[in-house]
């Protein structure tokens, strides 16, 4: 599905020397570097604050955790998404409120979120999925008539831009309250293993994430609140530094390679190509079609066959995983949803793909679905 190893061999020779620059330097945690990508990605991204941490998930959990979320406050959160999303509330003890997504963008839909608003409910938590943003201005206007916290899961979106109403544009994870992002290596900015980040423009709630980020700490060995250890990295830093300085290049590669796959498919009615809606740019994290009257599970037996990976994210919707059983949700009418999960295929989609692997991938993709 993606080809760093390709990619790595563009940037050997920075990179290298980067990851030498740590060990040279043997500050392996909390080095300069961490501080320095931090700033550039910041700055990149116009986000005031920005707070590295270990993982996509531990950016979530500081978030909800950063925003004081007490057990029994409800989140509303898509259902078709990963699981790290909804996994978190659960973690906090505090209840995830699963409602449907929209079914061209995939994302959660604003209808949906004002009908499960309650006196409990606290916080929104939007993902930006496949890497198109979700409706912010629609959110935003929900979370401000109701007083809620918005964390915007952007894993799988960074470098996307929010087109507002009045055409400016802001990147998506720095509209809401925090922006969460997971640095997992097949992701756009994709580190050489683990790592994340939240971003916030409030500077008192930013102290506060990197307090919870840290174990609490104000100062060393004073511990003001409950926290966690979650860090990124040295030299994960080092190498997303590297890397940054290449994301805008990237996210036109991943847009070329899906216009190619767009004109492959484009009279196929059996195929539905991903929809780009008007207020997002798409930084194609993910190509995701939705089969129509085709078996999903031969096409992708065929796919393999032909030494071609595929992948179906997401098999089983959140509210309908066993982790969830206690809060009795699997027979929620989620309709949008339940379809997505039987019909959607992701194809390969990275920065390497060039027109020969393009060309052969959807031709195969039609030559099944007899198109
Ligand atoms: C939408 C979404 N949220 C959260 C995460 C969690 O990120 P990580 O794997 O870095 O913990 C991911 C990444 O896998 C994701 O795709």
């Known amino acids: 599905m993606v080809d760093t190893q390709t990619q790595y061999q563009k940037i050997k020779n920075e990179v290298d020397l980067a990851i030498k620059d740590v060990i040279d330097s043997s500050a392996f945690i909390n080095g300069k570097i961490v501080q320095e990508f931090a700033l550039n990605l910041s700055r990149y991204l116009d986000a005031k604050y920005l707070i590295p941490c270990a993982n996509g998930t531990d950016a979530l959990q500081i978030a909800m955790m950063g925003l004081d979320l007490k057990p029994g406050d409800e989140v509303i959160t898509p259902s078709f998404t990963y699981i790290a999303t909804t996994e978190v509330i659960a973690l906090l ?31 929104i938590v939007p993902v930006h999925l496949y890497g198109q943003s979700a409706p912010m201005e629609e959110i935003m206007d929900i979370a401000r008539e109701f007083s809620l916290y918005v964390i915007e899961d952007n894993a799988q979106a960074i470098g996307c831009d929010y087109i507002f109403s009045n055409r400016t544009k802001k990147k998506t994870g720095t509209i809401g309250t925090i922006g969460t992002t997971s ?20 500077g008192e709630l930013a102290v506060k994430l990197k ?87 031969d096409l992708h ?70 198109c």
Do not use: W
């Open 211 to 297: 307090m919870i980020a840290n174990h609490g700490q104000s100062k060393r060995y004073y511990h003001d609140m409950v926290g966690c250890n979650s860090r990124l990295d040295s030299i994960q830093a080092a190498i997303l530094n590297e890397k940054l300085k290449h994301l805008d290049k990237y996210i036109e590669a991943r847009q070329q390679a899906a216009a190619v796959y767009d004109k492959a498919f484009e009279t196929c009615t059996k195929i539905k190509t991903p929809f780009r809606a008007p207020y997002s740019s798409h930084v194609f994290h993910q190509y995701t079609l939705i089969l129509e009257d085709i078996n999903r599970d």
């Open 93 to 123: 003890k505090l209840i995830p409120v699963f409602v449907d997504v929209d079914p061209q963008t995939f994302c959660i839909d604003p209808l949906a979120i004002r009908k499960a608003v309650t006196a409990k409910t606290k916080a």
């Open 301 to 370: 037996k065929f796919l393999t066959e032909q030494k071609i990976p595929s992948m179906i994210y997401y098999p089983v919707a959140a509210h309908q995983q066993k982790m969830f059983s206690e809060f009795n949700v699997s027979a929620l009418d989620l309709p949008v949803t339940d379809r997505l999960i039987e019909r959607v295929i992701s194809l390969p989609m990275h920065t390497e793909l060039d027109a020969e692997q393009l060309n052969y991938i959807s031709s195969k993709v039609l030559e099944f679905v007899n």
């Open 183 to 202: 640095f997992y290596p097949s992701k756009n900015l994709g580190a050489y293993g683990d790592g994340g980040a939240l971003y916030t423009n409030d």
